[in-house]
């Protein structure tokens, strides 16, 4: 499975961005995939992860209500999204998207530590 991230930038807080991860691989629909992000000095954080089904997806708590997980499958591409909104400044770091194996069509939950494939990152700064 390849992953490849795209769509940081710089914004200004309260503004929105979406971030896009495309999955390539013909067993990419066996994975749960998600977003962590990572600030220099602090361990990479879990952020948003979805389901294979697409249908169930889990939050941290800081992005809770404010971010928006979606997936497209496809044959052997898989494409996740991230609709940041009313961004922070605390919200700066790069961004990874991620993916890890499951059995569970419908289980969301993926770790840092059982991740098996990272996307290359992409950086989101926010200025106050």
């Known amino acids: 499975v390849q992953l490849q991230a795209s769509g940081g930038g710089l914004v200004q807080a309260g503004d929105s961005l979406t971030l896009s991860c495309t999955a390539s691989?013909?067993?990419?629909?066996?994975?749960?995939m998600g977003w962590f992000r990572q600030v220099p000095g602090k361990e990479r954080e879990f952020i948003a992860s979805?389901?294979?089904?697409?249908?169930?997806?889990?939050?941290s708590d800081p992005v809770k209500g404010r971010f928006t997980i979606s997936r497209l499958r496809g044959d052997a591409k898989n494409t996740i999204y991230l609709e940041m909104s009313i961004l922070k400044p605390e919200d700066a770091a790069v961004y990874y998207c991620?993916?890890?194996?499951?059995?569970?069509?419908?289980?969301?939950?993926?770790?840092?530590?059982?991740?098996?494939?990272w996307g290359q990152g992409t950086l989101v700064t926010v200025s106050s």
């Open positions: 991620a993916a890890e194996f499951s059995l569970e069509f419908d289980s969301p939950l993926m770790g840092s530590d059982s991740v098996d494939y």
């Open positions: 979805v389901s294979r089904s697409c249908g169930t997806t889990r939050y």
């Open positions: 691989g013909r067993t990419v629909s066996n994975y749960v």
